[in-house]
């Protein structure tokens, strides 16, 4: 299996930024695709961005431009670069690995799909 710890959340003020960070253990090898997901209080989960392993992303309308997803492979860890924060964007963020192989460049944008995750990280946007 495959353990995920975030790290970076917080406190911010509108218009700042913020990095979350996934590192990855366990059978790293059987990773495809890593994700985050955030939920808001009385909200559903819902994807804000993922990539696979062949570099391939997809972010929710929500952020495109104002989030980024990155990986290093040789730390392994994903990264979550936030940009432009607002109130909108007050979350638990949750950290996500799938195992799911339909090609290097699927992209899994299904909750289902991933396999693993981590303990949530809250990130809070004031104004």
């Known amino acids: 299996q495959v353990q995920l710890v975030e790290s970076g959340g917080g406190l911010v003020q509108a218009g700042g930024s913020l990095r979350l960070s996934c590192a990855a253990s366990g059978s790293i090898f059987s990773i495809n695709a890593m994700g985050w997901y955030r939920q808001a209080p009385g909200k559903q989960r819902e994807l804000v961005a993922a990539i696979t392993s062949g570099g391939s992303t997809n972010y929710a309308d929500s952020v495109k431009g104002r989030f980024t997803i990155s990986r290093d492979n040789a730390k392994n860890t994903v990264y979550l670069q936030m940009n432009s924060l607002s109130p909108e964007d007050t979350a638990v963020y949750y950290c996500?690995?799938?195992?799911?192989?339909?090609?290097?460049?699927?992209?899994?944008?299904?909750?289902?799909?991933?396999?693993?995750w981590g303990q949530g990280t809250q990130v809070t946007v004031s104004s």
């Open positions: 996500a690995a799938s195992q799911t192989y339909n090609g290097a460049l699927y992209v899994p944008r299904t909750e289902t799909e991933y396999d693993s």
